[in-house]
């Protein structure tokens, strides 16, 4: 294989902080990026009772082969709940990557639960949700975020405080620059 030519992006971290929403803007760049979810996969995964890691790292050995061959970029958007750091780190080819862990670990359970609701759009699975499971949910994320933020820095990983509303969109449109100017 030749010198590599795309690139291969791994977006995780938790839910709600614009995986996916940075995800969609950079396919729409024109900078030739595809994109798999990993959320979208998780729940075939548990269906048909495969091996998560071994499972989504055959994708991401095929997409760093597509990025060496014909030069595609791909991203890989998934939640740190299904493919964790420790997963990350028994990669072979984990160097291969550009790797960023998205959260918001200042930001309070209620903000969060607020900002589930508030911004939950049709096709997010939160809009649908009452209000309860919000609150459940809400807890989980604001533990994860805190506990995220400490795993990337034992691990060395770069992790992104995304904070929520204007402040998200902000550090979206600074990641989403950065990334792009890599191409």
């Known amino acids: 294989m030749g010198e590599k030519k795309g690139k291969v992006i791994l977006l995780s971290g938790c839910p709600r902080t614009g995986k996916t ?11 030739c990026f595809s994109k798999i979810s990993g959320d979208s996969l998780y729940g075939a995964i548990h269906e048909t009772d495969s091996d998560i890691f071994e ?5 991401l050995e095929g997409l760093i082969e597509d990025a060496e061959i014909y030069d595609i970029n791909s991203i890989f958007d998934c939640c740190s709940y299904d493919f964790t750091m420790d997963y990350i780190d028994k990669l072979p080819f ?3 990557l550009e790797i960023y862990f998205f959260g918001f670990p200042d930001i309070s359970e209620d903000e969060i639960r607020y900002n589930i609701k508030h911004y939950a759009k049709p096709e997010d699975w939160t809009y649908h949700c009452d209000d309860d499971y919000v609150s459940k949910v809400a807890k989980r994320i604001y533990n994860h975020n805190i506990e995220l933020k400490n795993q990337c820095e034992k691990h060395g ?4 405080n995304t904070g ?3 402040e998200r969109i902000a550090v979206l449109n600074l ?4 990334i792009i100017n890599k191409c």
Do not use: A
């Open 94 to 96: 984990k160097n291969e």
């Open 55 to 59: 499972f989504f790292k055959k994708i």
């Open 157 to 160: 990983y770069r992790f992104i």
């Open 175 to 178: 990641m989403y620059d950065e």
């Open 164 to 166: 929520v509303g204007e």
């Open 21 to 31: 929403t940075l995800s969609v803007r950079l396919v729409k760049s024109g900078k």
